[in-house]
């Protein structure tokens, strides 16, 4: 996942700028802005009005700012994608800070360096693959291995997960019976993580030949596979289905859901 504001310098303090726009609104004090984020009044005047031609902010006349419906889009998409890194960063990264465990792409030796990827939740390792993020094996391994890696430098590039959720009924209003099974099947193709919520949702699954990767515990699953990268698809009986939504909605992570109930 590449968070576009954190790329640049600037990109982290139109974002601060916005921010404190919101939480002031609509009397701006273009100062007090400057000495809370470390830059100088001008600079805030031309974020401002770079904001203002984004139409992520309105004047309502001179120093009255509010910020717009686009604006709040955009920082609850930048704040989403900021928070799900941060994750990463912090259980994945901080926590094993002078090592990190990696998949080997092919055979590599020690101190040989290598290129890091996030692929299906996993953290892969090349010689060959270059990547934004580098590093160097603590020790020889052969393809297909654990390696550890250490000198970390730049930044993984997590995909962005999608989370589908399909809907199926209740075995008293026909269960599996009930369910679109061809439709359920296209669904699955393009999801690596396959999750079921229900006896009703396991048996669909298994009438199209698939076995689910997590059938205990999914909501907390899906939510830990999308901030490694890795996107879901979740059958889940109907009458479960609000409580996972809003599980996903308190982590502010997209889904789409599908009713494959059929007549």
Not at 103 to 123: A, D, H, R
Not at 202 to 226: D, Q, W, Y
Request: charged share 25%.
């Amino acid at each position: 996942m590449m968070i576009k504001i954190l790329q640049t310098k600037s990109g982290v303090t139109k974002f601060q700028v916005l921010i404190e726009i919101a939480a002031h609104q609509p009397n701006v004090r273009q100062k007090e802005i400057a000495a809370k984020i470390g830059i100088t009044p001008q600079a805030v005047s031309e974020y401002i009005k770079e904001l203002v031609n984004d139409g992520l902010i309105v004047t309502e006349g001179r120093v009255r700012y509010r910020i717009t419906k686009e604006g709040v889009e955009w920082v609850l998409e930048n704040a989403a994608e900021m928070k799900q890194y941060a994750r990463f960063v912090m259980e994945d990264i901080i926590s094993h800070v002078s090592t990190w465990t990696a998949i080997t792409k092919e055979e590599l030796k020690e101190g040989q360096q290598v290129y890091l990827k996030m692929k299906n939740g996993l953290l892969y390792v090349s010689s060959t693959e270059k990547t934004g993020a580098s590093g160097t094996v603590i020790s020889d391994a052969a393809e297909g291995e654990d390696v550890g890696v250490t000198t970390l430098k730049g930044l993984i590039d997590l995909e962005n997960a999608t989370i589908t959720i399909c809907k199926v009924p209740r075995v008293e209003r026909g269960g599996s019976r009930k369910v679109d099974l061809d439709r359920l099947k296209a669904l699955s193709a393009s999801k690596p993580y396959i999750a079921a919520i229900g006896v009703e949702s396991l048996i669909a699954l298994r009438k199209i030949g698939i076995s689910p990767n997590v059938m205990f515990g999914t909501n907390e699953s899906v939510i830990e596979a999308a901030y490694h990268g890795l996107s879901s698809l979740v059958v889940s009986v109907d009458e479960q289905v609000s409580a996972l939504l809003s599980r996903l909605e308190t982590e502010n992570l997209e889904y789409e859901l599908v009713d494959l109930t059929v007549e």
